[in-house]
Every structure is written in structure tokens, then in C-alpha cells.
């Protein structure tokens, strides 16, 4: 019986049976974790029963952890007493494994919480319990003694269990198939063959292929080994492409999809079976991705950002289960990396994209005063008519690589690239710009442009007149300057604008508070900067719309104030009417007044991206829902590689509303994917497949949403019509298990 001084960690039994030296060493590593945290104690004993626990210590003190291998060492080298085994046979392998490899982060999180929470997790029980009255386990668990010296040949057997696993750094793939219940509940002989062919022709060999070893596999699952990071990221990022590839034309019911988490870490080798915290992190970041989708940890993404050309999106830190520390991790955007395989058609007119400049400055903080300028430049070129440009969203995804001219051309579907870069030295500027053929790589022009920097706007539109006039002579200079009238001389303003831009589309609350700081400092600067006013109504427009403010009737109020304000400035101005009808075609009366705004805009400026997608949107709301496609796909179309998924996701809207409900839920799936972040997003993909009938996936959703933002049913709508209101409530309703 323990003695006054005793500390109790109990795991239930099991049927899982292992040799008695292996269970020795791994339930040694625990105690040696236990004692280190209980320093007051004499006595610690590892039992199926749940003794009491008397006179325990006062105080927790914080574990300074070792690795596993350095536990039972740790026992001989301060002299404590020796392990003595006193129970027998049956316990639980699973969870004393997972203890012990969990040591770092399940441990410290047991301390951290103090007394109280250590007793809860252990089975400590407090001791005014009556032994006596506690039911007894169905077997007894191996029970561990500090009290006498082990016999020399037992002390062998543990050194030598111990010195039997090893450790070494590797990359941990984690892959299970979305769904797998609902795919094997509607037809399980099919999904087993489809499952068996998808692992024989596609994975299987893309593992080998990049030198992976599989651990084990589960029914619906994978657990990979690599030597190196590079391979496991190329090999899961072919494995979801080929997938999604061979998904196309496959209803969304009876599609399989990977969910992939990739992490790197010290593992320990076991016979042929791995484990350790880099293999838990690894499972939770595939717990993580969506479906079709991978997750890495920051780990991966620091060692291969450099190396791999991917698209890695940043979803910042999340607290995962039985992880002491959140996880930092990136999603790797699938949807993009597929799509840049084949090329985009050119368009039946002149095609430009405007690559970003470099900044030769030498001041790292005049980054966003190059970006600035070419965000001008396309500006300019876009007021030509019969010009095709690609927007800004799409050609900074190029921003800092080496690029191949003609691979760009290709993936932006365009016959000509304008790159260059920007100096600024004091009140000094200099632009300096070059014309490309896509195709074969010729240069057609080059030229630079000196000014000061109160010259700077004419210095951008000398650099679109002249790369225009190369692709085609017999343009006029007035063509471009054609409703170029500068909103704001105010060099300062101007300055705060380019600020404001240059993280858009602020995916975040803290980067929309951001941006519309400094439109209201450029707005108090030059109150007639009908530009900055639109965009300033936009944001308060989304911090509504989003439910990240405390009293959304203001933002409401102060987004429609903002957008009426900024059309009376400035009514003729892209920027503008499509911001304004963004707002309008919301909160205002007349959706015909903000479609007539948006048309105008698209009829001044046709290679505007956001002005075809105001388009859209607006007729999602009117009810046109298939015009509201081809809007749509035409805005993806001129920003082919930018900000994918609010295009798409009004696109599952409008096929949502139409009642088409399996086109809806696979691009409202693509949406939450590429933003992870979009609370609409989740709310209408919970009520799509509510409606389906699919209500375990709905509320899976549910509670992304709820990770995402506490607001699930929300008290507005940005939709007018009643009939799309009740429609979209109902199935959220359903979703969260409210009465309809």
C-alpha cells in the first residue's frame, strides 16, 4: 500500500500485452518524468488502481524535461532507488507509448496547470477517497516501485530495451482519406477499389519515387518517413495535384481526397514503427487540411521555401490536442500549384502583365513605394480599351523569384511582360522599365524616366504610354491620360494610400484595422481623395460583413456615408464605382442603382479584375445568378493567380441559390481551403450540405466556423432577397442543430 508520501499515475487497462523488459523501460521513462515533478516525493507507483494519495506536496515545480533515452539514466546517475516491476501482464500499450512520447508536450502542459489539473489526467484521486470504495480494474496494470535495487540481469534487459531504439531527424508525412466513413457507408466495396487503385497507381509510387518508406497504413490512412523535407513536401504536393486532376468530372460525393500534415522532427525508431512528438504534430496538421489539401508546420516551410516553388499560405498558430505549444503551420495551396500546369489561352487582343519592380533604393522600407508605382502603371494601362492586363494580385505573385519568362507568359495567359525597377534617392526618382516578348524572351524596348518625386505620377504614365506604343504604334498619348486626372496631388496622402494597398486583401482583423488607419490618414490629409474614401467605405463594409465589429449598425452607417461621399468626389473613377457599388449594392435600397455603377466601371476600365468581380457578386444578389458566373470567371480570368477564393466562392453562391447544391459545395469547399479565415465561407458550405443531407460534414464545419469566429448564425445577411435568406438560415439552422 503506498506509503504517506506516495504520488499515483494510473492508465487504464487494456488487452494490449508486451514483454515484460519493454515495459519495464518505457513505464521507467514515465516515473522518471513523474518523479522529476514531484520532487517532495519518496514513493511513486504506477498502478491499475487508483490509490490515495496522502500528504502529497505542496508545490508542482516546474519539469525540466530530457529526451526519453536519458530517463532511466537519469534514475542511476542521482542514485534513486532501483525499478522494481510488480504487476503483471496486461496494460495498456497504446497510452504508456504514447506517455512517454509525449513526454515534452503532454507533461509540461500537466505542470503548467498546476496540482489540480495533474491529479485529473494521472487519475490522481484526492485524498479524502475511500480506497475500499473505488472499483478495481478488470486487470492490474504494470506497477512500478522506487524502493529496492533491480537484480543485475533485469537492470541489463532495460539498458538494453533502451539502447535498442534509436533517434534521427526526418520529414513525418500523415495522410487519411476525407470522408472515409460517408464514402464507405454509401458504397464500401466501391471506395475499397477505388481506395486500392488510388494507393497502387498514385501514391504508392510517388512515395518511392521520392524515396519515402511507409510506417504503416490504417484503412483510410498513411504514416510516411522521408530523409528529406524537400521530397515529402514534392511528393504530397504531386499526390493531391494528380488527385485533383483525376477528380474533375467526379460528382463531390463520390470524390476521394487526401488530407495530407508534413512536419519535421526528432522521431524514435522502434523496430519498424516510429514515434515521438514530431510524429503527433504531424497527424494533428493533417487533422488541420482540408480535403485535397496539405498542411505543413513552420519547420517545413522554413527549410523549403527556398527550394520549392509552392505557394505557402500562412494560417498562424493554433492550439492542437495533446500539444503543449500551439502549432505554428502554412497551408500549401493545392488549387494554384494545379493549375499553373497548363497554360492559360491568350486572349483575342494585345495581352500585357506588369511584373514587380525592384526596389534599388538600398531602404528595405521603400518596398512598398516600388509596389506602389506599379500598381500606377497598370492603373494607366488599363484605361486602353483594347489592352488585356493581368492584374496586380496575380503578377506579384512573382514578387522576389528568378523567374522564366516564358513560363510566366504561360501562366498568365499573356503575350507581353513589362518589368523594371524604381530609385529613389531623396527628392530624386527613377524609373527604370523594359518590354518582353513572352514567347521567345526579346526585348523590344527599354528605357528610364528621371524626374523629381513631385513628378512622379507623369513619370508612371510616360512608362505605360511608352510599353503601349511599342505593342501598338499608332497609340495616342491622350488614350492613356484619357480620365487620368489625379484624385490627389498630396504627395503624403498618396503615400499613406500606397500603405493602405499594400497588404490588400487584409485576410486578417488586425490588417484591416491596419489599412483603414491609413486611408483615414490620407482621407484627413486630402478630404477630396475620392479613392481612399471608397476604399475606406469597403473596410468598414467587411469588418461588418465579417462580424469583427462590436456594433456592426456603425460600420454599417459609416461604410455608406464613406461610399456616397467618395462617388459625389469622384464619380468617374474605376476605383471608385466599383468600391461604391460594393457598398451600395449591399446596404442600399436599389441593387440597379450598384449594378449601373459597376457597369460603368467595367465600360472605363475592361481590364479591371475587381470590377468584374463587383459584377458578380451584385448579380448573385439580384437573382442573375448565371450572368453572375460569367462575371465572375472573367474577373478569375484577368487574375488568374491572385486572391482565389471570394470569386469562388460567390460562384458556389450562385450555384448555391440556383439549388444547384453539389456545384455549390465544391467550390464553397475550395473557398474555406484558400481561406481558412472567410466565416461566410463556412456558414454557407454548413448550410449546402445540410441541405444535401449531409449533416456530419455540416457540422464539422460548424465547428471551423466556431474556431474562426463565435458568431455562427449571424444577425445580418448581405442578401436582399428573402427567398435567399430563409434558404441559406435554414440550412445553417439544420447545420447547428437549432429548429428550423
Not at 488527385?243 to 476521394?256: D, F, H, L, T
Not at 518625386?453 to 504604334?473: H, K, N, R, T, Y
Request: net charge neutral; charged share 25%.
Amino acid at each position: 500500500m503506498p506509503g504517506p508520501e506516495t504520488t499515483v499515475a494510473s492508465i487504464p487497462s487494456d488487452n494490449a500485452i508486451f514483454s515484460e523488459e519493454r515495459r519495464v523501460a518505457r513505464a521507467a521513462q514515465c516515473v522518471s518524468q513523474v518523479r522529476r515533478a514531484t520532487r517532495g516525493c519518496k514513493t511513486v507507483e504506477w498502478s491499475g488502481y487508483v490509490p490515495a494519495v496522502t500528504d502529497p506536496p505542496q508545490q508542482i515545480e516546474q519539469l525540466e524535461l530530457c529526451e526519453a533515452e536519458r530517463a532511466i539514466t537519469s534514475l542511476q546517475e542521482e542514485q534513486w532507488s532501483a525499478i522494481h516491476l510488480v504487476g503483471l501482464t496486461r496494460a495498456n500499450y497504446d497510452q504508456i507509448a504514447s506517455a512517454c512520447d509525449l513526454a515534452l508536450g503532454t507533461i509540461r502542459s500537466w505542470l503548467s496547470r498546476g496540482r489540480k489539473t495533474l491529479r485529473k489526467l494521472t487519475g490522481v484521486a484526492p485524498p479524502q477517497h475511500n480506497r475500499a470504495s473505488r472499483p478495481r480494474r478488470l486487470a492490474a496494470a504494470a506497477t512500478i516501485r522506487l524502493g529496492r535495487r533491480l537484480p543485475a540481469d533485469c537492470r541489463s534487459n532495460i539498458a538494453k530495451d533502451v539502447t535498442s531504439q534509436t533517434r534521427r531527424l526526418a520529414a513525418i508525412l500523415a495522410a487519411d482519406v476525407a470522408g472515409y466513413s460517408r464514402l464507405m457507408g454509401a458504397d464500401e466495396e466501391g471506395t475499397l477499389a477505388a481506395l486500392k487503385q488510388l494507393r497502387s497507381n498514385l501514391a504508392d509510387p510517388k512515395i518511392e519515387e521520392h524515396h519515402g518508406r511507409i510506417v504503416k497504413t490504417t484503412g483510410d490512412g498513411l504514416l510516411v518517413e522521408f530523409p528529406s523535407v524537400v521530397d515529402a513536401v514534392r511528393c504530397a504536393v504531386e499526390v493531391q495535384c494528380e488527385m485533383a486532376e483525376g477528380n474533375i468530372g467526379v460528382p463531390v460525393e463520390k470524390r476521394i481526397e487526401f488530407r495530407i500534415g508534413i512536419n519535421v522532427g526528432d522521431i524514435i525508431i522502434d523496430d519498424d514503427d516510429i514515434f515521438g512528438d514530431g510524429v503527433n504534430v504531424a497527424a494533428r496538421l493533417e487533422a488541420l487540411a482540408e480535403p485535397g489539401g496539405i498542411c505543413v508546420s513552420r519547420a517545413v516551410h522554413d527549410q523549403v521555401r527556398d527550394k520549392l516553388d509552392f505557394a505557402f499560405e500562412d494560417q498562424g498558430k493554433q492550439q492542437v490536442k495533446n500539444i503543449a505549444r500551439p502549432v505554428h503551420f502554412y497551408r500549401i495551396a493545392i488549387s494554384e500549384n494545379a493549375q499553373a500546369r497548363a497554360p492559360l489561352p491568350l486572349p483575342d487582343k494585345p495581352s500585357i502583365a506588369v511584373l514587380p519592380f525592384a526596389n534599388m533604393s538600398g531602404d528595405p522600407e521603400q518596398e512598398y513605394f516600388a509596389d506602389g508605382m506599379v500598381e500606377e502603371i497598370i492603373t494607366a494601362l488599363c484605361r486602353i480599351r483594347w489592352l488585356f492586363v493581368i492584374a496586380r494580385n496575380s503578377s506579384f505573385t512573382y514578387k522576389g523569384q528568378a523567374i522564366d519568362v516564358k513560363q510566366v507568359g504561360q501562366e498568365l495567359g499573356v503575350r507581353y511582360l513589362l518589368e523594371g525597377s524604381v530609385r529613389k534617392t531623396g527628392q530624386r526618382v527613377r524609373i527604370t522599365a523594359q518590354l518582353i516578348e513572352a514567347a521567345t524572351g526579346a526585348h523590344l524596348w527599354a528605357d528610364h524616366f528621371d524626374g523629381l518625386f513631385e513628378e512622379v505620377f507623369e513619370l508612371q504614365d510616360q512608362v505605360a504610354v511608352s510599353a503601349a506604343g511599342v505593342i501598338e504604334p499608332t497609340l495616342q498619348a491622350s488614350e492613356v491620360r484619357r480620365s487620368s486626372a489625379r484624385q490627389t496631388r498630396d504627395l503624403t496622402a498618396y503615400d499613406f494610400y500606397l500603405r493602405a494597398l499594400a497588404k490588400f486583401p487584409w485576410m486578417r482583423r488586425d490588417q484591416l484595422l491596419e489599412a483603414l488607419d491609413l486611408f483615414g490618414r490620407a482621407i484627413a490629409r486630402d478630404p477630396r481623395y475620392g479613392a481612399a474614401l471608397a476604399w475606406a467605405a469597403t473596410c468598414h463594409h467587411r469588418l461588418c460583413v465579417d462580424g469583427w465589429v462590436e456594433d456592426p449598425e456603425v460600420s454599417r452607417r459609416k461604410a455608406l456615408g464613406l461610399a456616397e461621399e467618395a462617388l459625389a468626389l469622384a464619380d468617374g473613377d474605376p476605383v471608385v464605382l466599383a468600391n461604391a457599388a460594393y457598398v451600395l449594392g449591399t446596404w442600399g435600397e436599389d441593387i440597379n442603382t450598384a449594378l449601373a455603377l459597376v457597369d460603368r466601371c467595367i465600360s472605363l476600365n475592361p481590364s479591371y479584375a475587381r470590377g468584374w468581380y463587383v459584377s458578380g457578386m451584385l448579380r448573385v444578389q439580384a437573382g442573375q445568378y448565371d450572368a453572375a458566373i460569367e462575371q465572375l470567371a472573367m474577373s478569375l480570368r484577368l487574375d488568374p493567380r491572385g486572391y482565389l477564393a471570394t470569386p469562388r466562392f460567390h460562384i458556389g453562391l450562385a450555384h448555391f441559390f440556383s439549388r444547384r447544391f453539389d456545384q455549390a459545395a465544391e467550390l464553397l469547399a475550395l473557398s474555406t481551403h484558400e481561406f481558412a479565415g472567410l466565416p461566410q465561407g463556412y456558414r454557407a458550405l454548413a448550410s449546402c450540405y445540410a441541405h444535401m443531407g449531409r449533416l456530419e460534414e455540416a457540422r464539422t464545419v460548424v465547428e471551423r466556423l466556431r474556431a474562426v469566429t463565435p458568431n455562427v448564425i449571424p444577425s445580418f445577411l448581405p442578401y436582399p432577397n428573402r427567398d435567399q435568406r430563409e434558404l441559406f438560415l435554414s440550412g445553417l439552422r439544420l447545420a447547428t442543430g437549432e429548429q428550423t
